[in-house]
């Protein structure tokens, strides 16, 4: 079975950092650009970061850039989003999802493959 599963949420406080992990199993994501969303209560899924596959060429949401670095491991077959500075506003539910042409791309129509979610809250 092709899953997706995303860890390392959790509740910080303004100011702190977490790493998110998205893990793949049934399938390599080598070939795979993969892409963070996030969703808040009361909001749309927006994009907040990709990574291509062979180049791995990245790219970032205005909001995040600057405190927010996504990387891959394909040793490990997981891709990481490393957030600093973070603030009240970044509170959501983080997923993940591979896009199958390995294209760094900021539309989630593209994905194929989605995590199930994992929550982070920023609040003091």
């Known amino acids: 079975q092709l899953q997706l599963v995303e860890s390392g949420g959790g509740l910080v406080q303004p100011g702190g950092s977490l790493r998110l992990s998205c893990a793949a199993s049934?399938?390599?994501?080598?070939?795979?650009?993969i892409g963070w969303f996030r969703q808040a209560p009361g909001k749309e899924r927006d994009w907040v970061s990709c990574?291509?596959?062979?180049?791995?060429?990245?790219n970032y949401a205005d909001s995040v850039k600057g405190r927010f670095t996504i990387s891959r491991d394909n040793a490990k077959n997981t891709v990481y989003l490393q957030m600093n500075s973070l603030k009240s506003e970044d509170t959501a539910v983080y997923y993940c999802a591979a896009e199958p042409i390995g294209r760094c791309r900021g539309a989630s129509d593209y994905y194929n493959y989605w995590g199930q979610g994992t929550q982070v809250t920023v609040s003091s």
């Open positions: 990574i291509s596959n062979s180049s791995g060429r990245t």
């Open positions: 049934g399938f390599t994501l080598d070939y795979y650009a």
